[in-house]
């Protein structure tokens, strides 16, 4: 890319490695014979929308306005699920969708009537807890202990409800197929009882299969070897990340460079707070282009380390320490890689801070804004 021409701050898709990454998804599907849609909770960029549908025309959504989003600007009925429904948004939601999944067997009793009133066939599922999973970060740990999100096999009766098509599992997190192993195998041993009586199996995101190191080979191998036991089950995928793995930046400007005993810091025109909110909850620390990340607990004595701050009040809008081959100067771009999944559908607008721009790289290699944000946008957030 070409800094001098994108606007800062603004996130960029590169559509060059996003169609990389879909050719490969794509070619996953096919092989192994399974169903991979898109997951608008990590990507909801509909301005990529046209170039996803040529590979993908499936998507999952986890309320009504992502069912909406999907009917709307995918022109397609979407896989659904959230951990609990309302009364005032359910029929809109089944309006929307061709598969609900519900959380519990009390949401499922409560809402199938409607499901079955619907004038199109709505095909659902119960998610289920295996109570396990390789995640180490609890904030992100969807089978930590007394979890909310599915039923536990235990809790379960020996036949499953008539009307339940299918089941649902969530238990990755950016993993391997080694990790998808042992999952399937605990799904399998707790929860393979109910197979016969079902249409298809919701394997969930988190599968980073675009990760450079990812084993595609034995993910499809796996997969096979499954359906091979159960031939009858439609084999579900939903990754998000994945999609837009590595197929993007965020580009910021350094405003002023502060120094406190010792401690620079380069002023930025985004917030970590506010735009990469995974930073502070994860937490981690994203590369940036052109530095190294400073690993030491010393920063005052290596030369030209940075920390980056963010532009809101909130005292600990920053991450890390990067270490830069030379001084920073005030309008010197700052390049964060990887910042498409999780980050654009996470951002808030506190403080009223400068929303980034939403841009595409082209294959051109020109630069076209997708969307600019600006007071209005704030304002109608507020009442």
């Not at 080694?178 to 799904?187: F, I, M, R, S, W």
């Not at 009882?193 to 199996?201: D, I």
């Not at 771009?333 to 999780?342: A, L, R, S, W």
Request: net charge negative; glycine share 6%.
């Amino acid at each position: 890319m070409n800094y001098s021409q994108i606007p800062s701050p603004s996130y960029v898709i590169d559509e060059q490695l996003l169609m990389q990454n879909l050719a490969l998804l794509k070619s996953v599907s096919e092989r192994a014979d399974v169903q991979i849609i898109m997951a608008f909770k990590a990507f909801a960029v509909w301005g990529a929308f046209p170039m996803i549908k040529r590979f993908f025309n499936l998507t999952t959504a986890s309320s009504l306005a992502e069912a909406l989003l999907a009917s709307e600007k995918m022109g397609t009925l979407a896989h659904t699920y959230a951990p609990v429904y309302t009364e005032h948004e359910f029929g809109r939601i089944a309006e929307c969708s061709s598969h609900i999944t519900f959380n519990s067997l009390a949401q499922f009793t409560k809402f199938y009537p409607q499901t079955v009133e619907n004038q199109r066939k709505i095909s659902c599922g119960l998610r289920i807890n295996p109570e396990v999973s390789v995640v180490e970060t609890d904030l992100y740990n969807p089978a930590v202990a007394g979890s909310r999100l599915g039923a536990v096999a235990d809790l379960l009766p020996d036949t499953l409800p008539e009307g339940i098509e299918g089941l649902h599992f969530h238990v990755l997190c950016e993993s391997s197929s080694y990790d998808l192993e042992k999952a399937l195998a605990v799904v399998d041993e707790k929860f393979g009882k109910y197979f016969s009586q079902l249409k298809w199996l919701n394997m969930g995101g988190g599968h980073l299969i675009t990760r450079k190191d990812y084993d595609i080979e034995h993910l499809i191998a796996l997969l096979k070897q499954f359906k091979t036991k159960y031939p009858h089950l439609q084999i579900i995928l939903e990754p998000g990340a994945a999609f837009v793995w590595q197929t993007g930046v965020l580009v910021a400007t350094v405003e002023d460079i502060v120094e406190n005993h010792g401690i620079k810091t380069a002023m930025l025109n985004i917030s970590f707070a506010c735009h990469l909110p995974d930073c502070l909850e994860m937490p981690y620390q994203p590369d940036i282009e052109g530095a190294e990340k400073q690993d030491t607990t010393d920063e005052k004595t290596v030369k030209h380390c940075y920390r980056m701050r963010g532009n809101s009040c909130l005292a600990g809008d920053y991450i890390g320490n990067w270490i830069f081959e030379k001084p920073l100067l005030t309008g010197d771009k700052i390049v964060f890689k990887d910042m498409v999944h999780y980050t654009m559908v996470k951002t808030t607008m506190f403080n009223g801070v400068a929303h980034p721009n939403i841009g595409m790289w082209t294959q051109n290699n020109e630069f076209q804004l997708i969307r600019q944000f600006g007071y209005e946008d704030y304002k109608n957030r507020m009442s």
